[in-house]
């Protein structure tokens, strides 16, 4: 098992049960998991910032056929190895989690609360991190993102 820090491996920022599923390579370049081990830094000091609780990360990299399969913005940072989704039940709910982090100034490009989970994401190397802040609404028509928590 691949560690990329001390509590998050190359595995369980790649794992995807679609992916299994539908028999997609989700195998990230070199490039890929450099930008990955910069996720699960930034996730190492989210997980402190949240009382040191376990990070239960849902989706990490996505290949671009694996986040075509999901239905991923074409845009996606998770494209990049530079996005994560997860969730911290021993600290709280999304939202609050999402209010911490936000009062806390920690450096993001997006940080989104997201329903039942959390989606964070970083800035590609030397690019200004925009700490654009969102939440998630759904209804039958699609989802749309709004400013702020």
């Not at 990360?57 to 399969?69: E, F, Q, T």
């Not at 609050?96 to 964070?120: K, P």
């Amino acid at each position: 098992m691949d560690k990329l820090t001390d509590h998050f491996s190359l595995a369980e920022m790649t794992v995807s049960e679609t992916a299994a599923r539908k028999g997609i390579d989700n195998t990230p370049s070199p490039a890929i998991i450099k930008n990955l081990t910069r996720t699960a830094q930034l996730l190492e000091r989210v997980r402190v910032l949240l009382g040191s609780k376990p990070i239960l990360v849902s989706s990490g990299y996505r290949s671009p056929a694996l986040n075509a399969a999901v239905g991923g913005s074409k845009t996606s940072a998770h494209m990049q190895g530079l996005a994560a989704d997860f969730i911290c039940p021993g600290f709280g709910t999304p939202l609050a989690i999402c209010q911490r982090l936000d009062s806390l100034g920690v450096e993001f490009d997006q940080l989104i609360q997201e329903g039942t989970w959390v989606h964070i994401g970083l800035a590609a190397e030397g690019i200004k991190p925009r700490r654009q802040v969102l939440t998630a609404r759904f209804s039958s028509s699609g989802t749309t993102y709004g400013g702020g928590l």
